[in-house]
C-alpha cells in the first residue's frame, strides 16, 4: 500500500517562506507527483507537479516565480519551495502521486496547513 506523508507546513508572514515536503513509501511507481491546495469555500487546485523519470514540471499560473518543485529519487520525496508568500497562498496542501498504470492522480497525502498572515 501506497502512503504519503506530508510536512513543513505552518504560520508564516506575508512575503516568507516554508518549503512542504511529501515522503512517500510502498509500490513508489509513479508517473509523476504533485501538490494540490484547497482553501475554505474554493475548488482544490493543482499548484505544481513532477515527472517522476524526466523531473519536468507544470506549476500553476497563481504561483509561477514564486514556488518550485523539486524531488529526491533515492528517497522518494517531492519537496515545494514556497517563496514570497502572500495571504491569498493560506490553504490545506495536499500531496499526490499519480501512479503507474493510473490515469490520474490516485493517491493523496493527509494535508498540511499552510496560513500566511498579513
Not at 507537479?49 to 524531488?71: A, M, P
Request: charge should be positive.
Amino acid at each position: 500500500q501506497v502512503r504519503l506523508v506530508e510536512s513543513g507546513g505552518g504560520l508564516v508572514q506575508a512575503g516568507g517562506s516554508l518549503r512542504l515536503s511529501c515522503a512517500a513509501s510502498g509500490r513508489t511507481f509513479f508517473y509523476a507527483m504533485g501538490w494540490f491546495r484547497q482553501a475554505p469555500g474554493k475548488n482544490r487546485e493543482c499548484v505544481a507537479s513532477i515527472v517522476w523519470s524526466t523531473g519536468d514540471t507544470y506549476d500553476g499560473d497563481s504561483v509561477k516565480g514564486r514556488f518550485t518543485i523539486s524531488r529526491a529519487i533515492g528517497k522518494n520525496t517531492v519537496y515545494l519551495q514556497m517563496n514570497s508568500l502572500k495571504p491569498e497562498d493560506t490553504a490545506v496542501y495536499y500531496c499526490t502521486a499519480h501512479q503507474v498504470g493510473s490515469t490520474e492522480y490516485n493517491i493523496w497525502g493527509q494535508g498540511t496547513q499552510v496560513t500566511v498572515s498579513s
